[in-house]
């Protein structure tokens, strides 16, 4: 009896998490879509791998928005890769206990922009797949990182400028600290999930 009382709740709780994540839809790997999802490796700056697999999972309306950025940087030559998309609020917490600076990680209990399926980690690709130089790697502490930086030379200025271009087009706002990182417009009254995807489903690349 006491077995079923948990099971029930136990469904209870996965049902509930998944309905409350129910807007959110995977982007597959594809010719225009690459994955660097770092958190599924260990080459990230909390040296551990956080996420068991690498997906990549977005509020329906992101998915919407990102297809119009795939569009423009195709008509110019470009792919795009994505570093990082949905975070788990449990992962938010990993990445807090590593890094506690707000300046770089959001605390879990404010919410990161990830943890409500609006905000995107991404960079580009020329067609031949060499990564464009934006002047440091991806999730770089750097003041080098921050939108405005001081010392960047004429190509990485213009590899950022035609990023954002394609992102701000499209809906999508940076932030200050990170030439990588992007929020959908209206994503920051969106609620925070839990929820994980399984690595049991994994993206086929097509
Ligand atoms: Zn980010």
Same mark, same amino acid.
């Given at each position: ?58 509020? #329906?309306?992101?998915? *919407? =928005?990102?297809? +119009?950025?795939? !569009? $423009?940087? /195709?008509?110019?030559? %470009? ?70 930086? #001081?010392?960047?030379? *004429? =190509?990485?200025? +213009?590899?950022? !400028? $035609?990023? /954002?271009?394609?992102? %701000? ?38």
């Amino acid at each position: 009896m006491k077995a079923v009382l948990i099971w029930g709740i136990l469904m209870f709780f996965i049902f509930e998490a998944r309905a409350q994540a129910k807007d959110l839809v995977l982007l597959n790997q594809s010719k225009s879509i690459i994955y660097q999802i770092k958190y599924a490796t260990k080459d990230n700056f909390t040296g551990k791998q956080i996420y068991d697999c690498p997906q990549c999972w977005v509020h #329906k309306d992101v998915k *919407t =928005a990102l297809d +119009k950025v795939i !569009k $423009l940087a /195709d008509a110019k030559g %470009y792919k795009i890769v994505l570093y990082d998309c949905y975070r788990p609020s449990p992962y938010q917490w990993k990445l807090w206990e590593a890094k506690p600076d707000s300046r770089y990680v959001m605390h879990p209990k404010k919410g990161s922009i990830h943890s409500r399926g609006g905000a995107l980690d991404i960079g580009l690709t020329d067609g031949k797949g060499n990564e464009l130089d934006f002047g440091t790697p991806y999730d770089s502490f750097l003041e080098k990182s921050h939108r405005n930086a #001081k010392g960047l030379t *004429t =190509a990485q200025i +213009k590899n950022r !400028k $035609l990023l /954002d271009s394609l992102l %701000y087009s499209a809906g999508f706002v940076g932030i200050r600290t990170e030439w990588w990182h992007f929020d959908y417009k209206g994503s920051r009254a969106w609620p925070l999930m839990s929820w994980k995807w399984s690595c049991e489903s994994k993206p086929k690349p097509k």
